[in-house]
């Protein structure tokens, strides 16, 4: 219970710090000179002293919002195993229970954006829950297929076993990774699907959606997104590199589980700043095609699984 | 006292609450306010009656009523009272909301309403209950017969009456099959009474038969593909509470015939019984889901809501039946539990959204979803308890509707252990299917909810719209109550569940769920799967409650109320948000190939500029009309010989009647 609750403290803690690595790579490579590695606790410390501007006809589903957004962030933070699998609450949500966490959020974010009424507001809310329709059965079927080959959809088991046994190669797992990579861009709003530094302007998915928010809100709302990316690679690195994890009862594990962690988040960090570098927005009704692709590779991993490894 | 006769009782006292209700002639204030409070009692009794039966061994009874030699058999077992137990549940629900949504409005005479409102009521319960065919097909009509009369209410309506006569021509091709499937199930012995069916041995290819005869004659009723057509049509037509009466509950009784005769009379026999089942089903709900999200009518967005629903109970019956053809009975019980706990849960759920447009419908007089919005501010009540329907019917946790579909992904996964390689490489598709149908439903969802009840008035009348009154919140709130109920504790419902499955497929979740305590929801074993709902509030709730302490704790700054900002423009309007037009737009961009879209974009240079677009069902061109053009032309040949002059019709008769002596001599 004492692993969960570090874990679940670590996942909030670090998550600003995984989002100001990826900025910091991101101006490195394009020639930027980079911010400092904390500043996005500085905007989170900025914000949380501001006072809250509501709008005039703001409802109360509209002040909830973030708390609950940032609520479910938090769960699933402490769901995904990051440095340990010996998780009390991941037996109280499998893979399935964590797409629809996901979704939770989501829905409200969403709801909250048409709250008010605004033109942005709408459109933001109308394009995250299309891209989220399509997303949401790809994620799920990149999940399936380590389900189907661990015969568990509880994700501590999946990691478990991965780790655990000899080095087996799974074909059908590369499939799902570069499925879960293309969601992975999709759902936390960054390069080629939405643009994380675009603000108002008329290609925005996310931005637009948090428009209306102000102060304390507006930090919970960017604090779980930066949650949501960082939890997004954790399931990454659970499903497709989970060597290097603290087993149950394996205290002495911890540390060097903390520091594979660390190097395996700056990696995929530094990868993700590189692709989003390469790519260029595109524009949003090519997005069903991006993810089009993602669903119908996550289908082919599937198949690939019966076909080759069953 | 034998539940039989409690639940011959509530059917006499619903019958007879018809007939007073239909004889006094009261105002129609005073007429509502006493009749339909007091037939929820009913309700409240059957459900009480379900809960009790599910655990009781089958009580069966022949009724003296009914022809000299053909006697009414009824008989209540496990499966019948789970059905009961959800009529009884959502039926109390609607039966006090109709006590306050019928004391105005224009439309029919209450009387008449009265009396076939609870008509409809008896007539499902006899329905669940009928031992033989005989018995369930005067149920089945009776009950066709009184939804469609229901249907009809505000019957000067042209386009109303259109509706209803689409819903009983569907309803009679249907009664047709089903009869039709009776009759081959007696091969010949003339004994009408389940029991003897169930003894019937029928060759395969006439168990086929009968299979897909109940198929196509249950899927009338519940609205399977593509015998959907009259659901979108007469759901918007009908009363708020009848439409959640119909769609709660009357397209359950569907369900529950089908599985009465594939499982309990036909004893699934082939596997590939289950295969059709599951394509129409997940078919059903694919198209259901892409038609909710282009539709702008508020009904009709529930009605095609209710299609994908009805799908995905059928794509787990269907999955259930393959399971239980193979003899792998614990996972046929698995996906039997996803399918008979989402047809409970969307009875609760589709009633509480439909109840909730019936209160919409009243306080604004709209139903399209283009002249609604921001009626969170005026509606609270209807609001907060629509947000629960709507999120659990979006799936999302820890609501009800994620239970079901939690189960029906995981008996899903567990089907590589079929012995078919090639139902192994299909079902994985089907799988995906699901999954895109699932989060279909959630872009429908938001958009249903955020076009009613969010923004900014789309109309200057919605200023005056009011909140619903205590009848309607305390029906609402018991529906509200029962999804969050059923999604924090969906054990103790499946433990409740189990001698159905016991009854259906021979065997029972109880030992897996016996494993762990009631939180937690496993799927076959613990180690394969669980979920626990409670846990997962509890997390939220206290991370909220924790992370707004310490907020105010460490960050106590203020808040203040300013006008939004609109950009530097000038004056925000509700007409710049986005219509439930704009809304549904990217889904009719994305699935084009599915939909009949015709759509006028007014050019940018146009001083009155009016958009126009129409959604057609292809189903209507591609099967229908065909069907109508044939007979059409067949009458056109046949009215050759017609002629409306007695002489000629008297000349036939003789022609006839030498032709016939001819024979004879």
Same mark, same amino acid.
């Given at each position: 219970?004492?692993?969960?609750?570090?874990q679940?403290l670590l996942?909030?803690?670090?998550?600003?710090?995984?989002?100001g690595?990826?900025?910091?790579?991101?101006?490195?490579l394009?020639?930027?000179?980079a911010?400092?590695?904390?500043?996005?606790?500085?905007?989170?410390?900025?914000?949380?002293?501001?006072?809250?501007?509501?709008?005039?006809?703001?409802s109360?589903l509209?002040r909830?919002a973030?708390?609950i957004?940032?609520?479910c962030?938090?769960?699933a933070?402490?769901?995904?195993?990051?440095?340990?699998?010996?998780?009390?609450?991941a037996?109280?949500?499998?893979?399935?229970?964590l797409?629809?966490?996901?979704?939770l959020?989501r829905?409200?974010?969403?709801?909250?954006a048409?709250?008010?009424?605004?033109?942005?507001?709408?459109?933001?809310?109308r394009?995250?829950?299309l891209?989220a329709?399509?997303a949401?059965?790809?994620?799920?079927?990149?999940f399936?297929?380590?389900a189907?080959?661990?015969q568990?959809t509880?994700?501590?088991?999946?990691?478990d076993q991965?780790?655990n046994?000899?080095?087996?190669?799974y074909?059908?797992? $590369?499939?799902?990774a570069?499925?879960?990579?293309?969601?992975?861009?999709?759902?936390?709003?960054?390069i080629p699907?939405?643009?994380?530094s675009?603000?108002?302007?008329?290609?925005m998915?996310h931005?637009?959606?948090?428009?209306e928010?102000?102060g304390?809100?507006? $930090?919970?709302m960017d604090?779980?997104?930066?949650?949501k *990316?960082?939890?997004?690679?954790?399931?990454?690195?659970a499903l497709?590199l989970?060597?290097?994890?603290a087993?149950?009862?394996?205290w002495l594990?911890?540390p060097?589980a903390?520091?594979?962690?660390?190097a395996?988040?700056?990696?995929f960090?530094?990868?993700?700043a *590189?692709?989003?570098?390469?790519?260029?927005?595109?524009?949003?009704?090519?997005?069903?095609?991006?993810?089009?692709?993602?669903f119908m590779l996550?289908?082919?991993?599937m198949?690939v699984?019966?076909?080759?490894?069953a | 006292?034998?539940?039989?006769?409690?639940?011959?009782?509530?059917v006499?006292?619903?019958?007879?609450?018809?007939?007073?209700?239909?004889?006094?002639?009261?105002?129609?204030a005073?007429?509502?306010?006493v &009749?339909?409070p007091?037939?929820?009692?009913?309700g409240?009794?059957?459900?009480?009656?379900?809960?009790?039966?599910l655990?009781?061994?089958p009580?069966?009874?022949v009724?003296?009523?009914?022809?000299?030699?053909?006697?009414?058999?009824?008989?209540?077992d496990?499966l019948?009272?789970f059905?009961?137990l959800?009529?009884g549940?959502?039926?109390t629900a @609607?039966?006090? &909301?109709?006590?306050?949504y019928f004391?105005r409005?224009?439309?029919? #005479?209450?009387r008449?309403?009265c009396?076939?409102y609870?008509?409809f009521?008896a007539?499902?319960?006899?329905? %669940?209950?009928?031992?033989?065919?005989?018995? &369930?097909m005067?149920?089945?009509?009776?009950?066709?017969?009184?939804?469609?009369f229901?249907?009809i209410t505000?019957h000067?309506?042209?386009?109303?009456?259109?509706?209803?006569f689409?819903?009983?021509l569907?309803a009679? %091709?249907?009664a047709?099959?089903i009869?039709?499937?009776?009759?081959?199930?007696?091969?010949?012995?003339?004994?009408?009474?389940f029991e003897?069916m169930r003894?019937a041995?029928l060759?395969?290819?006439?168990a086929?038969?009968v299979?897909l005869l109940a198929?196509?004659?249950?899927g009338?009723?519940a609205?399977?593909?593509?015998?959907?057509?009259?659901?979108?049509?007469?759901h918007?037509?009908?009363?708020s509470?009848?439409?959640a009466?119909?769609s709660g509950?009357?397209?359950?009784?569907?369900?529950?015939?089908?599985?009465?005769?594939?499982f #309990?009379?036909?004893?699934?026999?082939?596997?590939?019984?289950?295969?059709v089942?599951?394509?129409?089903?997940?078919?059903?709900?694919f198209?259901?889901?892409v038609f909710?999200a282009?539709?702008?009518?508020m009904?009709?967005?529930?009605?095609y809501?209710s299609?994908?629903n009805i799908?995905i109970?059928?794509?787990?019956?269907g999955?259930?039946?393959?399971f239980h053809a193979?003899?792998m009975n614990?996972?046929a019980?698995?996906?039997?539990?996803a399918? %008979?706990l989402?047809?409970?849960?969307?009875a609760?759920f589709?009633?509480l959204?439909?109840?909730?447009?019936g209160?919409?419908?009243h306080?604004?007089?709209?139903r399209?979803?283009?002249?609604l919005?921001g009626?969170?501010r005026r509606?609270p009540w209807?609001a907060a308890?629509?947000?629960?329907?709507t999120?659990?019917?979006?799936?999302?946790p820890?609501?009800?509707?994620?239970?079901?579909?939690?189960?029906l992904?995981?008996?899903?996964l567990?089907?590589?252990?079929?012995?078919?390689?090639y139902?192994?490489?299909?079902?994985p598709?089907g799988?995906a299917?699901?999954?895109?149908v699932v989060a279909?439903?959630?872009?429908v969802m @938001?958009?249903?909810?955020g076009?009613?009840?969010?923004g900014l008035p789309?109309?200057?009348s919605l200023?005056?719209?009011?909140d619903?009154?205590?009848a309607?919140?305390?029906a609402?709130?018991?529906?509200?109550?029962w999804?969050?109920?059923?999604g924090l504790?969906p054990?103790?419902v499946?433990?409740?569940?189990d001698?159905?499955?016991?009854q259906?497929?021979?065997?029972g979740?109880?030992?897996?769920?016996?494993?762990?305590?009631w939180?937690f929801?496993?799927?076959?074993?613990?180690?394969?799967a669980?979920?626990?709902?409670? @846990?997962?509030?509890?997390?939220i709730?206290a991370?909220?409650?924790l992370?707004?302490?310490?907020l105010?704790?460490?960050?106590p700054?203020?808040?203040?109320?300013a006008?939004?900002w609109?950009c530097?423009?000038?004056?925000?309007?509700?007409?710049?948000? #986005?219509?439930a037009?704009?809304?549904g737009?990217?889904?009719?961009q994305i &699935?084009?190939?599915f939909?009949?879209?015709?759509?006028?974009h007014?050019?940018?240079f146009d001083?009155?500029?009016?958009?126009h677009?129409?959604i057609?069902?292809?189903?209507?061109?591609?099967?229908?009309?065909?069907?109508?053009?044939a007979?059409?032309?067949?009458?056109?040949?046949?009215?050759?010989?017609?002629?409306?002059?007695i002489?000629?019709?008297?000349?036939?008769?003789?022609?006839?009647?030498?032709?016939?002596l001819?024979?004879?001599l």
């Amino acid at each position: 219970m004492l692993l969960q609750l570090i874990q679940g403290l670590l996942a909030a803690a670090l998550a600003p710090l995984v989002l100001g690595w990826l900025n910091q790579c991101r101006a490195w490579l394009q020639n930027r000179t980079a911010p400092s590695l904390l500043q996005p606790y500085r905007v989170l410390r900025k914000l949380l002293r501001k006072e809250v501007v509501l709008a005039v006809n703001a409802s109360w589903l509209f002040r909830l919002a973030p708390y609950i957004v940032f609520a479910c962030m938090v769960l699933a933070g402490s769901i995904v195993p990051l440095i340990a699998t010996d998780l009390p609450f991941a037996l109280a949500a499998d893979v399935i229970a964590l797409v629809g966490l996901f979704a939770l959020a989501r829905v409200f974010m969403a709801l909250a954006a048409m709250d008010v009424g605004t033109a942005f507001g709408s459109l933001g809310s109308r394009r995250e829950m299309l891209i989220a329709a399509l997303a949401e059965p790809a994620l799920l079927m990149v999940f399936f297929t380590p389900a189907l080959i661990s015969q568990s959809t509880a994700l501590t088991t999946i990691v478990d076993q991965f780790s655990n046994g000899a080095l087996q190669l799974y074909p059908s797992m $590369a499939f799902a990774a570069i499925a879960f990579v293309m969601v992975l861009l999709a759902e936390n709003a960054r390069i080629p699907v939405d643009n994380p530094s675009t603000h108002l302007e008329l290609t925005m998915v996310h931005e637009a959606m948090i428009l209306e928010y102000s102060g304390r809100h507006l $930090a919970l709302m960017d604090w779980a997104h930066a949650l949501k *990316l960082t939890v997004y690679m954790a399931i990454g690195i659970a499903l497709f590199l989970p060597w290097g994890v603290a087993h149950p009862h394996e205290w002495l594990g911890l540390p060097l589980a903390l520091v594979a962690l660390a190097a395996k988040l700056a990696l995929f960090g530094a990868g993700l700043a *590189l692709l989003e570098t390469l790519a260029a927005k595109m524009r949003i009704f090519k997005v069903p095609e991006f993810l089009g692709m993602a669903f119908m590779l996550a289908v082919l991993g599937m198949l690939v699984h019966f076909l080759v490894e069953a | 006292m034998p539940l039989l006769d409690l639940i011959l009782a509530v059917v006499v006292y619903w019958i007879a609450l018809g007939a007073i209700g239909a004889a006094l002639p009261l105002e129609r204030a005073i007429h509502a306010r006493v &009749f339909f409070p007091i037939s929820a009692l009913g309700g409240l009794l059957l459900t009480t009656v379900g809960l009790a039966g599910l655990g009781n061994w089958p009580q069966a009874a022949v009724l003296g009523l009914g022809l000299p030699d053909l006697p009414f058999h009824v008989r209540v077992d496990p499966l019948s009272s789970f059905f009961l137990l959800l009529l009884g549940a959502a039926g109390t629900a @609607v039966s006090v &909301f109709s006590a306050e949504y019928f004391q105005r409005g224009g439309g029919g #005479d209450i009387r008449l309403i009265c009396l076939q409102y609870h008509v409809f009521l008896a007539a499902m319960t006899m329905v %669940l209950v009928a031992d033989d065919a005989y018995l &369930f097909m005067v149920a089945w009509e009776t009950m066709a017969l009184a939804s469609y009369f229901l249907v009809i209410t505000d019957h000067r309506v042209a386009e109303i009456r259109r509706a209803g006569f689409i819903y009983l021509l569907v309803a009679h %091709l249907g009664a047709i099959a089903i009869l039709l499937a009776f009759g081959l199930l007696q091969i010949g012995q003339w004994e009408y009474t389940f029991e003897a069916m169930r003894n019937a041995v029928l060759s395969p290819g006439w168990a086929a038969a009968v299979f897909l005869l109940a198929l196509v004659g249950f899927g009338a009723k519940a609205g399977f593909l593509p015998l959907h057509v009259w659901l979108p049509e007469a759901h918007p037509a009908a009363p708020s509470p009848v439409s959640a009466l119909m769609s709660g509950v009357m397209l359950k009784t569907a369900i529950y015939g089908f599985l009465r005769v594939s499982f #309990d009379l036909l004893q699934a026999q082939a596997w590939w019984w289950g295969v059709v089942a599951l394509a129409v089903g997940l078919a059903t709900a694919f198209y259901g889901a892409v038609f909710a999200a282009v539709q702008n009518d508020m009904k009709r967005l529930l009605a095609y809501s209710s299609i994908e629903n009805i799908g995905i109970v059928l794509a787990g019956a269907g999955l259930a039946l393959v399971f239980h053809a193979y003899g792998m009975n614990l996972l046929a019980a698995l996906a039997l539990a996803a399918t %008979l706990l989402h047809c409970l849960n969307h009875a609760l759920f589709k009633t509480l959204l439909f109840l909730a447009t019936g209160a919409v419908m009243h306080a604004t007089q709209q139903r399209s979803l283009g002249k609604l919005g921001g009626l969170i501010r005026r509606m609270p009540w209807v609001a907060a308890l629509a947000l629960i329907g709507t999120l659990a019917i979006a799936g999302l946790p820890p609501l009800n509707g994620f239970v079901s579909e939690w189960l029906l992904f995981q008996s899903f996964l567990l089907s590589p252990g079929l012995p078919n390689s090639y139902l192994n490489m299909f079902i994985p598709i089907g799988t995906a299917l699901l999954a895109l149908v699932v989060a279909l439903s959630g872009y429908v969802m @938001v958009k249903f909810f955020g076009t009613v009840f969010l923004g900014l008035p789309r109309e200057e009348s919605l200023h005056e719209a009011h909140d619903v009154g205590l009848a309607g919140r305390i029906a609402m709130g018991w529906l509200a109550l029962w999804c969050v109920l059923i999604g924090l504790a969906p054990v103790l419902v499946l433990r409740a569940l189990d001698p159905v499955f016991q009854q259906l497929v021979g065997a029972g979740l109880r030992d897996s769920l016996a494993q762990s305590n009631w939180t937690f929801l496993t799927a076959v074993a613990p180690e394969h799967a669980s979920y626990n709902p409670v @846990v997962f509030l509890l997390v939220i709730v206290a991370v909220i409650l924790l992370g707004a302490m310490a907020l105010r704790r460490w960050f106590p700054s203020g808040r203040r109320r300013a006008a939004t900002w609109d950009c530097g423009f000038g004056k925000l309007d509700a007409r710049m948000q #986005d219509t439930a037009e704009g809304y549904g737009q990217p889904i009719k961009q994305i &699935f084009q190939a599915f939909l009949r879209l015709e759509r006028h974009h007014p050019s940018p240079f146009d001083l009155h500029p009016r958009y126009h677009s129409r959604i057609e069902d292809p189903v209507w061109e591609a099967l229908y009309a065909p069907v109508a053009r044939a007979v059409r032309r067949l009458s056109g040949i046949v009215g050759v010989v017609q002629h409306g002059r007695i002489a000629i019709y008297l000349v036939y008769s003789f022609v006839t009647l030498l032709l016939l002596l001819a024979l004879i001599l």
